[in-house]
């Protein structure tokens, strides 16, 4: 299996920024994207962000333009940088690592407040 670890979550005020961080150690299968989910009380589970081993990412249209998403791919390590931050924003984010033919591996959440 793939333990995902994640960090960097807080509170920030709108228009602030944070970053985020993912790890995917001791990885036993070939991975094929990363990324974050974000989920808010009462509304569904959103996929923020996601970058495939051969850099192509992709942005949830609530946050394209704010949000970017990085790799480093010899440490399977993703980072998401969140600027321009809106109250809306507001979310535990939940990392994924995708690895080929095994589906999803899931890191612990981290929650991201923002407000005033």
Same mark, same amino acid.
């Given at each position: 299996q793939v333990?995902v670890? *994640? !960090?960097?979550? %807080? @509170?920030?005020?709108?228009?602030? !920024?944070?970053?985020?961080?993912?790890?995917? =150690?001791r990885?036993?299968?070939?991975?094929y994207?990363?990324? +974050?989910y974000?989920?808010?009380?009462g509304?569904e589970? *959103?996929?923020v962000?996601s970058?495939t !081993? &051969? %850099? =192509?990412? $992709?942005y949830?249209? =609530? #946050?394209k %333009?704010?949000f970017?998403?990085?790799?480093d &791919?010899?440490?399977?390590?993703? $980072? @998401?940088?969140?600027n321009?931050?809106k109250p *809306?924003?507001?979310?535990?984010y939940y990392?994924f690592?995708?690895a #080929? &033919?095994?589906g999803?591996y +899931?890191?612990q959440g981290?929650q991201?407040?923002? &407000?005033?």
């Amino acid at each position: 299996q793939v333990q995902v670890v *994640e !960090s960097g979550g %807080g @509170l920030a005020h709108p228009g602030g !920024s944070l970053r985020l961080s993912c790890a995917a =150690s001791r990885t036993m299968f070939t991975i094929y994207s990363m990324g +974050w989910y974000r989920q808010a009380p009462g509304k569904e589970r *959103e996929l923020v962000a996601s970058i495939t !081993s &051969s %850099g =192509s990412a $992709y942005y949830g249209d =609530s #946050v394209k %333009g704010r949000f970017t998403i990085s790799r480093d &791919s010899a440490k399977n390590t993703v $980072y @998401l940088q969140m600027n321009s931050l809106k109250p *809306e924003d507001t979310a535990v984010y939940y990392c994924f690592c995708n690895a #080929v &033919s095994r589906g999803n591996y +899931w890191g612990q959440g981290t929650q991201v407040t923002v &407000s005033s």
